[in-house]
């Protein structure tokens, strides 16, 4: 049984790197001019979020695969809302840097991630400044910097565009933890996507119709439906798989698969685009940045594991009142499974800064961590 469990959950890996790794080179190729010639990333977006939003609302209200939450208008619009318009502006930059720089490049940006995160933590009061970490952070930073110097086809548009993409990404994370988990609310991938899709889909309208409306209507645009199909089924299909491994795996397993993924996605994006040169300065500039990430996700994994072995001893009538508080409490107590190695469960671990994709689960919580770990321990929870 054992191997079986292990065989399944490799199998589950194995799939999102593969999907994560397709959506990113299929918007790539869909995009470019020098390929399929669309482009028009704000309305590519608007085809995901459109396409992602009926499929949830089949699953949530004709099939009932998964119930809907008890949304109230006023969860709606102070939390929903907010939290759409910043994923909507993430996938929208993140999709505009494809037609100016090249992917290997734009997952070297990515490992910014972890620094913007923080950063927006900082500022909204959910972390502290610590030592430890911004010493990471400088180290990451200073990577990219490095990798950035070294790229051939550096486009400051491009850049910009995908720098911007991350800082949005990373305050939509933390609006997700300061604004979702007080209301108490817990989301899927499917019921995240039923209520975001179609608020980011709107919020992606203006856009559109300033930007792309004009260029649709004046240019020779080719739209084959298959092609656009079989992109948006893709992009859903991440969401699922990304479903599938938080249910199996821990936090520290799906952050080493996250960074796999990166790397392969960077060595096949110089293969099926040879426009796309990495150089020497990009490599040690990107193993730098990884240093640091690697090392800022051991801190998080650290501090989380010390928050449980702490709740682990509080004396047993404080748990048992815990566990009949937390019915009512307004913070945000996931119960998902545990890995498959009988190891800590999925609460252990923080997928704000991992490698989840953003088009993948808008409303997931960006932290796991317990009531009483973050009263017990002083949190450090993103």
Known sequence: MISKTLLLTYLYLLIYILLSSGVILYNKWVLSPKYFNFPLPITLTMIHMGFSGAVAFLLVRVFKVVPPVKMTFEIYATCVIPISAFFASSLWFGNTAYLHISVAFIQMLKALMPVATFLMAVLCGTDKL????????VLVSVGVVVSSYGEIHFNVIGTVYQVTGIFAEALRLVLTQVLLQKKGLTLNPITSLYYIAPCSFVFLFFPWFLLEKSK????????????????????????????????RTGAVTIRVAGVLKDWILIALSTVIFPESTITGLNIVGYAIALCGVVIY????????????????GIPERMS????????????????????????????????????????????????????IGRTQVNSHAV
């Open 130 to 137: 610590r030592c430890d970490v911004f010493l990471n952070m």
């Open 216 to 247: 649709m209507e004046v240019s020779q645009i080719q739209f084959n439906f298959w092609i656009f199909f079989s992109n948006a089924l893709c992009a859903l299909a991440l969401n699922f798989s990304i479903f599938l491994v938080i249910g």
């Open 297 to 312: 996700n051991y801190i998080k994994v650290r501090d989380v594991r010390a928050s449980q072995v702490t709740v682990d």
């Open 320 to 371: 048992k009142d815990w566990k009949m508080d937390k019915k009512s409490s307004h913070m945000f107590v996931p119960s998902n499974g545990g890995d498959s190695n009988g190891g800590s469960n999925l609460g252990s671990g923080s997928f704000s800064e991992s490698n989840i994709d953003e088009e993948a689960a808008p409303l997931m919580a960006s932290s796991r961590l317990s009531h």
